[in-house]
């Protein structure tokens, strides 16, 4: 299995400050023969199911904001949130679907 | 509007069954893989099942493999989750989600809770 690993676990950032969450998979998850990244990133407010943010590793789901930004290949990614806003608090979890069973990421909380 | 409602959870002796379900409104669920990903309380994701547009392709998390079994109703827009021989790590929130890569239409899920 692909053992998916946040850091940090939990983060606390000012308003309007910059928010960078990072995931490390156990084994690269870029597909050579298509050359993408088999990576998600979902953001979970408490009480509410997860939204899927980011997928490709670095395309962003339809109207998701712009200050929400994925990015780097094979083992290692990042997700940054350019200026975080008050309703960005959650926990955001990082996913591969690159092989069966999809993991998860073990959440890193974000807070003001 | 795009949808996922998912019914047929509650509290259930260690041993017992359950039989979860999820209705698709909004979106053509007979093209569409469809997952079941269960959160424990207080804990992160885990991906349970999933199974593909014609009911052709099904896997499994090792750990319910045996146990569940995922299988849908086109028809009737419907995925379903059979659980039996359940256990206390079974107790989680299960969603029903769209997709066979991200997941990019969640259920509000349903509380499934095995306890004496």
């Known amino acids: 299995d692909i053992v998916m690993t946040q850091s940090p676990d939990s983060l606390t950032v000012s308003l309007g400050e910059r928010a960078t969450i990072n995931c490390k998979s156990s084994q690269s998850v870029l597909y050579s023969s298509n050359n993408k990244n088999y990576l998600a990133w979902y953001q979970q407010k408490a009480g509410q199911p997860p939204k899927l943010l980011i997928h490709?590793?670095?395309t962003r789901e339809s109207g998701v904001p712009d200050r929400f930004s994925g990015s780097g290949s094979g083992t290692d990614f990042t997700l940054t949130i350019s200026s975080l806003q008050a309703e960005d608090v959650a926990v955001y979890y990082c996913h591969q679907y690159y092989n069966t069973p999809r993991t998860f990421g073990q959440g890193t909380k974000v807070e003001i | 509007e795009v949808q996922l409602v998912e019914s047929g959870g509650g509290l259930v002796q260690p041993g017992g069954s359950l039989r979860l379900s999820c209705v698709a409104s909004?979106?053509?669920?007979?093209?569409?893989?469809m997952t079941w990903v269960r959160q424990a309380p207080g804990k992160g994701l885990e991906w349970v099942a999933n199974?593909?547009?014609?009911?052709?392709?099904?896997y499994y998390v090792d750990s319910v493999k045996g146990r569940f079994t995922i299988s849908r109703d086109n028809a009737k827009n419907s995925l379903f989750l059979q659980m039996n021989s359940l256990r206390a790590e079974d107790t989680a929130v299960y969603y029903c989600a769209r997709g066979v890569y991200a997941f990019d239409i969640w259920g509000q899920g349903t509380m499934v809770t095995v306890s004496s």
């Open positions: 909004g979106f053509t669920f007979g093209t569409s893989w």
């Open positions: 199974i593909k547009e014609d009911g052709g392709e099904i």
């Open positions: 490709w590793a670095s």
